[in-house]
């Protein structure tokens, strides 16, 4: 059973920083890659950042220069380091994971940021 658990999400002021982290367990298959997603409510959820088991990484317009997508552990922890946070980055942020050679595609449970002054 692939589990995805992430944390540290909370609340934050305009301009400040928080890590995210999505620690993925229970795996068959090799990782291919790991994205985080955002969604508010009534919205779609969208891709913020990825990165694949190449290290090639991929930012979302609105947050390139400001977010970091990184992994350790032959890929089993996935970060987002978020700075000069602005209250329209306030979402419920998911981590996904995408297996090869098969591809399935496993969610974490979300975590919620909050950017407020």
């Known amino acids: 059973q692939v589990r995805l658990v992430e944390s540290g999400g909370g609340l934050v002021q305009p301009g400040g920083s928080l890590r995210l982290s999505c620690a993925v367990s229970?795996?068959?298959?090799?990782?291919?890659?790991m994205t985080w997603y955002r969604q508010t409510p009534g919205k779609q959820r969208e891709l913020v950042s990825t990165?694949?088991?190449?290290?090639?990484?991929y930012y979302a317009d609105s947050v390139q220069g400001r977010f970091t997508i990184s992994t350790v552990n032959a890929k089993t922890t996935v970060y987002l380091q978020m700075d000069d946070l602005k209250p329209e980055d306030s979402a419920v942020y998911y981590c996904n994971v995408r297996t090869r050679p098969y591809d399935y595609s496993y969610w974490g449970q979300g975590t919620q940021v909050t950017v407020s002054s």
């Open positions: 229970g795996s068959r298959y090799i990782i291919d890659s």
């Open positions: 990165i694949t088991s190449a290290g090639n990484t």
